[in-house]
């Protein structure tokens, strides 16, 4: 699959001992399907993945801890979270 660029609008990242979890917010609501449907979105988890094992020797792991990846927007956010990006995350 010929990689492309997506439009984000923001990222967060919360990690636990034994967990990371990655919150990536789109600019509005339909990115989210329409990347899913293609599979960019499976691209990314396994790009993600790929290069924090190629870096591990920079972190305390020797294998990958859990990673959740929650996909939203920022419309969303705006719409149903009064703008808080804490709001949705909690």
Do not use: C, T
């Not at 956010?77 to 990006?85: A, T």
Request: aromatic letters at 14%.
């Amino acid at each position: 699959m010929k990689k492309k660029a997506l439009l984000l609008n923001d990222f967060q990242i919360i990690k636990g001992d034994a967990w990371v979890a990655i919150w990536i917010f789109f600019v509005n609501d339909a990115n989210v399907p329409k990347h899913s449907d293609v599979g960019i979105l499976d691209e990314l988890e396994m790009d993600f993945r790929e290069r924090l094992m190629a870096s591990k020797e920079h972190f305390s792991f020797q294998e990958l801890p859990l990673i959740n990846f929650e996909y939203d927007s920022k419309e969303n956010i705006d719409k149903n979270y009064q703008g808080s990006y804490y709001l949705r995350m909690r």
